[in-house]
């Protein structure tokens, strides 16, 4: 169950070493597939040997060392895998060791960083394709999630259906409301191809887009725009969410943005970099992020778009390929 990493083993020592932590015991999670863990048990990192492997908590806490005073613990740890560990030891989070290593991407993680986007891309090039009339957000969502599953996703973490009013409810859940004509359609996938996660979120109008809709969601792809030309080298994560949200903001819109304009995206699907006010990662070529910007309009519609994007030295390549254009749902 451990296809081990040991190119990178001497650098995660060493920020153990740096943060004073003298172990990590990690469970089924991104960390744990970031240093080569496969399947199911434990792995932990001790400063003593190469990684090892456990079936259980106890186990695991066998065999970290008697002397260790701290233990980074996954971030994803249970409560009852924590009071299973027993260990005579200050628990922290191994995030402190593996997020700022798994920032920096290498060329065979964006690789599978762009096949899982475009995986998610082609699942929702096919959404186009199925009847919309007369269906609910709820049988919707079963079909791209069944859709997703027929691509070779390894775990559906979400799907969004979210119709008229819906689409400006963030975290929308799809319920039994009945597609019309007229409505704005909100749609996403969210999965993990490859080891990797992707998020492609796309807007359709249901035989023709609502008034004034057009206009708003030209705002959110030229917010989209703008945080693509400041994803370059150099530049703070937070000054390219804020590059999108100026304009939003200028646009009169600014009331109703979403609060994140953008996220990093890899082994987990929720990580670092963050687009968002006092994130001061320099960005750096590898990084993988997901642009996200949205504008919501409480109880008319909400329009957003979201395209996995990697950070090269020459700046943003679009890693999800589809049009972005308001595609009209004809049936």
């Not at 040991?6 to 597939?33: K, Y």
């Not at 299973?84 to 922290?92: D, F, G, M, T």
């Not at 597609?179 to 998020?199: F, K, M, Q, T």
């Amino acid at each position: 169950m451990l296809a081990a990493r040991t190119c990178m083993i001497d650098e995660v020592l060493l920020r153990m070493a740096e943060e004073g932590i003298d172990a990590l015991i990690l469970r089924p999670s991104p960390d744990f597939r970031y240093l080569g863990g496969r399947g199911d048990g434990y792995l932990v990192v001790t400063m003593d040997g190469p990684p090892a492997v456990a079936t259980g908590p106890l186990e695991a806490a066998a065999l970290v060392p008697v002397s260790a005073r701290r233990v980074g613990v996954d971030p994803e740890m249970r409560a009852g895998e924590l009071f299973s560990l027993r260990v005579e030891a200050e628990l922290v989070l191994a995030s402190a060791v593996l997020a700022p290593l798994r920032l920096n991407r290498g060329p065979a993680e964006v690789s599978a960083s762009e096949h899982a986007a475009s995986a998610a891309d082609a699942v929702l090039l096919m959404a186009r394709e199925p009847a919309w009339f007369g269906a609910t957000e709820r049988a919707m969502a079963r079909r791209l999630w069944a859709m997703m599953i027929e691509a070779g996703c390894e775990e559906v973490r979400s799907v969004l259906v979210a119709a008229g009013e819906h689409s400006a409810v963030p975290g929308h859940v799809p319920c039994d409301r009945v597609i019309n004509p007229g409505d704005a359609l909100l749609v996403s996938v969210c999965g993990r191809w490859g080891d990797h996660y992707a998020e492609v979120a796309r807007v359709f109008a249901v035989a023709e887009p609502p008034e004034d809709f057009e206009a708003m969601y030209s705002v959110v792809l030229a917010a989209q725009r703008a945080a693509f030309d400041a994803l370059r080298p150099g530049v703070p994560a937070a000054e390219a969410g804020r590059a999108a949200r100026e304009v939003i903001e200028d646009s009169g819109y600014g009331h109703y943005a979403a609060e994140r304009l953008g996220r990093g995206v890899g082994l987990g699907h929720d990580e670092g970099p963050w687009l968002a006010p006092g994130d001061p990662t320099v960005l750096a070529p590898g990084m993988t992020v997901c642009v996200e910007p949205a504008i919501y309009l409480p109880d008319l519609f909400g329009a957003r778009v979201a395209d996995v994007v990697v950070c090269t030295p020459t700046g943003a390549r679009r890693l999800s390929g589809s049009s972005q254009s308001l595609h009209v749902l004809d049936h």
